[in-house]
T-cell receptor, first 112, second 109 residues
Framework: EADIYQTPRYLVIGTGKKITLECSQT?????MYWYQQDPGMELHLIHY???????EKGDLSSESTVSRIRTEHFPLTLESARPSHTSQYLC???????????FGPGTRLTVT | DQQVKQNSPSLSVQEGRISILNCDYT??????FLWYKKYPAEGPTFLIS?????DKNEDGRFTVFLNKSAKHLSLHIVPSQPGDSAVYFC????????FGAGTRLTVKP
């Protein structure tokens, strides 16, 4: 059973607000990921990390930032939310040496 | 540029019958393929995978077939059960995982 958590699960926020989506895993996985997914569309990688102090941008251009100060924690921050940020955000982790990823339950973000 | 495609957005089958979900990819460098299952309000969960050195992998009711020459993989579920109703994503990996858009499977009692 994968232990990866995301908070909040649902968030409605006004344009211009700063928000942080939390992601934590208790499996000691080195690799962590953030994906954005719109209904009926594929998952798009927006950020990933291969370990503490390692962060990289994914394929999808994003105005978000991430940090990896601890192995278990990989928060994503939007400095100024816009309606175009409305989407589902999925966090995932995987151990080194295997491609299987374990996903959190997601955060559904609505920016009004 | 969508490297992994699931051309059927939805599939409906009768309980007890076979469900076949299809996936095509364009990048011949992919060397590992996965299927994930997603229920509403939950994240995807890993279901089954296959390495490019194999053409079939079976796990209980789930079998994944890989046809490298056609760049095609499929997931067979036999027999299908109502609890299998979910969105199924295929993914392909070469140190850079790409996901399809998903197929919504509905298994009718």
């Amino acid at each position: 059973e994968a232990d990866i958590y995301q908070t909040p699960r649902y968030l409605v926020i006004g344009t211009g607000k700063k928000i942080t989506l939390e992601c934590s895993q208790t499996m000691g996985h080195d690799k962590m990921y953030w994906y954005q997914q719109d209904p009926g569309m594929e998952l798009h990688l927006i950020h990933y990390s291969y370990g503490v102090n390692s962060t990289e941008k994914g394929d999808l251009s994003s105005e978000s930032t991430v940090s990896r100060i601890r192995t278990e924690h990989f928060p994503l921050t939007l400095e100024s939310a816009r309606p175009s940020h409305t989407s589902q955000y999925l966090c995932a982790s995987s151990p080194m040496g295997t491609p299987e990823q374990y996903f959190g339950p997601g955060t559904r973000l609505t920016v009004t | 540029d969508q490297q992994v495609k699931q051309n059927s957005p939805s599939l409906s089958v009768q309980e007890g019958r076979i469900s076949i979900l299809n996936c095509d990819y364009t990048n011949s460098m992919f060397d590992y393929f996965l299927w994930y299952k997603k229920y509403p309000a939950e994240g995807p969960t890993f279901l089954i995978s296959i390495s490019s050195i194999k053409d079939k992998n079976e796990d209980g009711r789930f079998t994944v077939f890989l046809n490298k020459s056609a760049k095609h993989l499929s997931l067979h579920i036999v027999p299908s059960q109502p609890g299998d109703s979910a969105v199924y994503f295929c993914a392909a990996d070469n140190n850079d995982m790409r996901f399809g858009a998903g197929t919504r499977l509905t298994v009718k009692p």
